[in-house]
C-alpha cells in the first residue's frame, strides 16, 4: 500500500482550533477552474523553457556537416559529444528532479535552465573534439529535466480537463519558432561555413533570458507542491490568487464544507507534523517498489526504446538520407523541410489530446514513425525521401506531448518531479545507445538497414505503453492510487 503522505493532493486533515477538520482539497479547486490560473508572465517564461530545450535537442542535427569540417573530425568520432550530453542528460535529470521534489518545482526548473543555458552558450566556443563533448555534456546536465519539470509543473497547476491543452498550446508556439529559427539557420550556414554552426550554438544560451520570467513573480510555485511539503498557508494563498486570476469561484472547497454546517477557516492551519515533512520527498527506491515499479518499468522501457530511435533519426537525418541517395543540399533542405510538421501535430492534437487516452495517442504516434521509416527505402527518390521525413517527423511530434503528460500523471506529487526526470532522464540513455547502434549499421550496411531498425525499435516502444494505466480526465490522487 502506498504512502497517504505521498499522495498528490491527499486531502490531508488539517487540525482547526475548534477541533474540526479542516482540508484543502488540491483537486478539486484546480480541476473546478475554467482555465490554468498561470500569469502571462509565468507562461512565457514556460514558452522560453520548452522552445530553447528543443531547440538544443534539434539544431546538433543541422550543424553535423559543418561541425565535421571545422573540427576535422570523422562521422563516428561524433559518438563521443552525443553520447556525453545524453548522459548529462540522464544525470541532470535526476540531480534536478530531486531539487524540484524537495525544494519546489520553480527552483528546480531555475537551475536546470541556467545549466542549460551556459552549456549551449559555450558549445559555440569549442575548439576541437574534447572541449565540443565536455561542453554537450554540461548542455546536456541542463536540458535533463526542463521538459519533465515544465510538464509536471502544467499537471500541477491546470485544471484536469486543461492538462493536456494547455501544453499542447505551449508547444504549437514554440514549434512555430522552432521552424522560423530553422530556416533562417539555412542562409546562416550557407554564408558563413567557418562560423555559421556557432552562431547557431550560441543562440541557445539565450535561454537565460527565461530565468527574468520564472522568477517568484512571474512563475509561483506549484500549489500541489507547498500543500505536500506540509506548506498549507502558502498553497491556499497561491491557490485563491489563482481562482481570482481567473475569475473562478474561490474556496470551492471551502464553501461547500459550510454548507454542510461545518465551520473552515478561510486559512488553514498549518500541522506542525506535516511542517516537519516539508524538506522530505519520496525516496527514490520506493519508485522501484509496488505500487509504482509496475508504472516506472514501463516509462523506463517506452522511452529508453523509443529515444534509439528518435536520436538514431534526428541526429543523423542528413547522413542516413545521403546514404539512401539525396544530395547533402536536398537532405539538409529536407531535413528543415521536416520541421514543418511541428506546427500541424500540436494543431490536430488540440482537438485530440483532451478525447483520447494519452496512451492510445502515443501508440498512433509510433505507428506513424514506423510508416514514415518504411516510405524512406520506396524507390521514387526525392518524392520518398520528401515524404517519409515528413511521416516521421510528424510520429515523432505526435508522440512527444502525450508521453510527457502522462509520464508526469501517473506519479504522486512528492516524487513526480523525480519520476518524472527519472523517466524521461534515464529513457534518454537510449539516445547514448543510439550512436552505438544506427552509425555502425549506417556505414557497415547501409541506410536501408538502419531504417529496418529504427522502425522495429520505434514499433516495440509503442507496444511497452500499451501496459500503462488510463489517465485522462481524472484527478492526479485518483490516478496516482
Not at 551556459?118 to 573534439?129: E, I, M, P, T, V
Not at 505507428?367 to 524507390?379: D, E, F
Request: proline share 5%.
Amino acid at each position: 500500500m502506498s504512502d497517504p503522505r505521498f499522495e498528490p493532493g491527499s486531502a490531508q486533515g488539517v487540525p482547526a482550533a475548534d477541533g474540526h477538520t479542516a482540508a484543502i482539497d488540491i483537486d478539486a479547486r484546480i480541476d473546478a477552474m475554467p482555465r490554468v490560473g498561470l500569469s502571462a508572465l509565468g507562461g512565457t517564461g514556460l514558452l522560453l523553457c520548452y522552445f530553447f530545450s528543443n531547440y538544443d535537442i534539434t539544431v546538433l542535427a543541422l550543424v553535423v556537416p559543418a561541425l565535421l569540417r571545422e573540427l576535422q573530425v570523422s562521422v563516428l568520432d561524433l559518438t563521443h559529444p552525443v553520447v556525453w550530453n545524453l548522459v548529462g542528460y540522464c544525470v541532470g535529470a535526476y540531480a534536478f528532479g530531486r531539487v524540484a521534489d524537495r525544494f519546489g518545482r520553480r527552483r528546480g526548473l531555475v537551475l536546470t535552465i541556467l545549466v542549460l543555458g551556459l552549456g549551449g552558450g559555450l558549445s559555440a566556443l569549442s575548439w576541437d573534439l574534447a572541449s565540443f563533448t565536455f561542453f554537450r555534456f554540461l548542455a546536456g546536465c541542463g536540458m535533463g529535466s526542463v521538459l519533465a519539470l515544465c510538464s509536471t509543473y502544467i499537471g500541477e497547476i491546470a485544471p484536469k480537463n486543461k492538462r493536456g491543452a494547455y501544453l499542447v498550446k505551449l508547444y504549437t508556439v514554440q514549434a512555430v519558432l522552432l521552424i522560423a529559427v530553422g530556416f533562417a539557420s539555412l542562409p546562416i550556414l550557407a554564408s558563413s561555413p567557418t562560423y555559421g554552426w556557432r552562431i547557431l550554438l550560441a543562440f541557445g544560451g539565450l535561454a537565460l533570458l527565461a530565468l527574468f520570467m520564472i522568477n517568484g513573480r512571474g512563475l509561483h510555485e506549484s500549489p500541489r507542491w507547498l500543500h505536500a511539503a506540509g506548506r498549507t498557508r502558502e498553497a491556499e494563498r497561491l491557490l485563491l490568487a489563482m481562482e481570482r486570476r481567473v475569475r473562478s469561484t474561490p474556496g470551492v472547497q471551502a464553501a461547500a464544507a459550510r454548507q454542510d454546517g461545518v465551520e473552515v477557516p478561510d486559512v488553514a492551519p498549518a500541522d506542525p507534523g506535516t511542517e516537519a515533512r516539508a524538506d522530505q520527498a519520496m525516496p527514490t527506491l520506493a519508485l522501484f517498489r509496488p505500487p509504482y515499479l509496475r508504472r516506472m518499468l514501463i516509462i523506463l522501457g517506452f522511452w529508453f526504446i523509443y529515444y534509439i530511435a528518435v536520436y538514431g533519426f534526428l541526429s543523423y537525418t542528413p547522413l542516413l538520407l545521403e546514404s539512401l541517395g539525396a544530395s547533402p543540399s536536398g537532405a539538409l533542405f529536407v531535413t528543415v523541410l521536416g520541421r514543418l510538421v511541428t506546427i500541424i501535430v500540436p494543431l490536430l492534437m488540440m482537438a485530440l489530446i483532451e478525447r483520447i487516452e494519452r496512451r492510445t495517442l502515443i501508440v498512433i504516434g509510433t505507428l506513424i514513425m514506423a510508416a514514415g521509416l518504411l516510405v524512406l527505402l520506396v524507390p521514387l527518390g526525392q518524392v520518398a525521401v520528401s515524404a517519409g521525413v515528413l511521416l516521421i517527423n510528424f510520429g515523432i511530434n505526435f508522440v512527444v506531448m502525450p508521453a510527457f503528460i502522462y509520464t508526469a500523471e501517473i506519479f504522486p506529487t512528492r516524487a513526480r518531479g523525480t519520476a518524472s526526470a527519472i523517466g524521461d532522464g534515464l529513457g534518454h540513455l537510449g539516445g547514448a545507445v543510439a550512436p552505438l547502434v544506427v552509425l555502425p549499421v549506417l556505414v557497415g550496411f547501409g541506410g536501408a538497414a538502419a531504417v529496418w531498425v529504427l522502425t522495429g525499435l520505434t514499433l516495440l516502444s509503442g507496444l511497452i505503453v500499451t501496459f500503462g494505466v488510463r489517465t485522462r480526465n481524472r484527478s492526479l490522487t485518483e490516478i496516482a492510487s
